[in-house]
């Protein structure tokens, strides 16, 4: 089923009254919480499946991980955590988030706990502006961001330096776009970072480093899976960045930024009108200028790929999806959470298997 998205956020009212339950479950009313024993192994707890299924490649045998979103339907953005879900992260030797606001659901749970778990984020920052990010994001803690690192590796991805001489090379499009914001974006104010191969593939190398620090008679084990993760991580990033040639000169649209950074590191330039994209990740009606101008993209056959989010869908979507598929336009379909059955791995194989299938 497609779901239309709903508006993005996540209430402290619906957090206090799971607070409330589960403090009167576990008959307590503000406790101290003792560190979580490792002798039965480790519990991590993350926000998705996506980061779920990458922690487990590194995590073993060793403990079990868990995904507090675990169906396509629900959207991060706008979920409100359980009395479960804070009884999950209570319990949880470490907390594991993509970070930017999308799952500030997560963060504001783990900020209200007595003994507040390791937190590990892919992305720290503001990300895209929410209704939930920011101020109620509560206070700081141990965390560990996977961005801090990213801004100092040299980004050898053709569009990852972002350079002024870059932006004047590139071919002008035939409509205002946000191109520029999204550049930036990338670098990143984009939290949709999983579709960041480079930044995933540090990202493994945190998650082993963490994993050892909580668990040190697992370190050796937990830093060799977490090196052959970023191996097969970096075989798909590969993969993508040999696409630049024959992306190049060749446009995408969107009509979510979720796969925007595997879009522009596979050299493609961005044509989505400008408030598009913006106006359906908030949930917002697009505005018929709008719409027109990325109908009328669409059908000048600047673009070559429609990333198209098949998990938030409205009449909308639904027309440019349709009016790309009149014109040729290959329909990328692209979700923010692998299939029921699929790991990441696997799924953003499948995903970049796509890709390369419109771009010959």
């Known amino acids: 089923m497609k779901l239309a998205r709903a508006p993005r956020r996540t209430t402290l009212t619906a957090l206090a009254t799971a607070g409330a339950l589960v ?100 992305f720290e920052g503001e990300g895209h502006s929410h209704d939930h990010a920011g101020e109620e994001a509560g206070a700081a803690g141990p965390s560990t961001a996977a961005a801090d690192d990213h801004a100092d590796h040299d ?57 050892a620090a909580i668990d040190p008679a697992g370190a050796a084990g937990y830093r060799e899976r977490a090196a052959a993760l970023a191996g097969k991580l970096g075989g798909l990033e590969e993969r993508v960045e040999a696409l630049q040639s024959s992306a190049k000169g060749r446009g995408y649209l969107m009509t979510e930024p979720v796969a925007q950074s595997l879009l522009e ?54 027309l440019i999806k349709a009016t790309a598929e009149q014109a040729g336009v290959h329909v990328l379909s692209v979700s923010e959470t692998p299939g029921a059955d699929e790991d990441y791995l696997t799924w953003m194989g499948s995903t970049i298997d796509a890709l390369e299938g419109a771009l010959k």
């Open 155 to 211: 980004h050898d991805h053709a569009d990852h330096d972002h350079a002024e001489e870059s932006h004047a090379q590139s071919e002008a499009p035939t409509q205002t776009t946000s191109a520029d914001a999204d550049h930036a974006e990338h670098e990143h104010g984009n939290e949709h970072v999983w579709y960041d191969l480079h930044l995933m593939k540090d990202f493994a190398g945190r998650v082993g480093d963490e994993l």
């Open 23 to 122: 403090l009167s479950a576990c008959g307590a009313s503000a406790p101290s919480q003792e560190q979580p024993s490792t002798a039965e192994g480790l519990r991590v707890v993350a926000s998705t499946t996506v980061y779920s299924s990458l922690v487990s490649e590194v995590l073993g045998d060793r403990g079990e991980v868990e995904a507090l979103i675990s169906s396509a339907g629900q959207d991060p953005h706008s979920y409100e955590a359980s009395a479960r879900d804070k009884l999950k992260l209570s319990k949880a030797h470490l907390v594991v988030l993509n970070g930017g606001g999308y799952d500030a659901f997560a963060e504001q749970v783990v900020d209200s706990l007595a003994q507040r778990p390791p937190v590990l984020e892919a």
């Open 265 to 318: 590191d596979a050299g493609l330039t961005n044509k989505t009108p400008e408030g598009l994209a913006e106006a359906i990740e908030e949930g917002d009606e697009i505005s018929p200028l709008a719409l027109k101008r990325a109908q009328d993209e669409l059908r000048s056959g600047s673009v070559t790929v429609l990333a198209y989010n098949e998990q938030t869908t409205d009449e909308q979507t639904t």
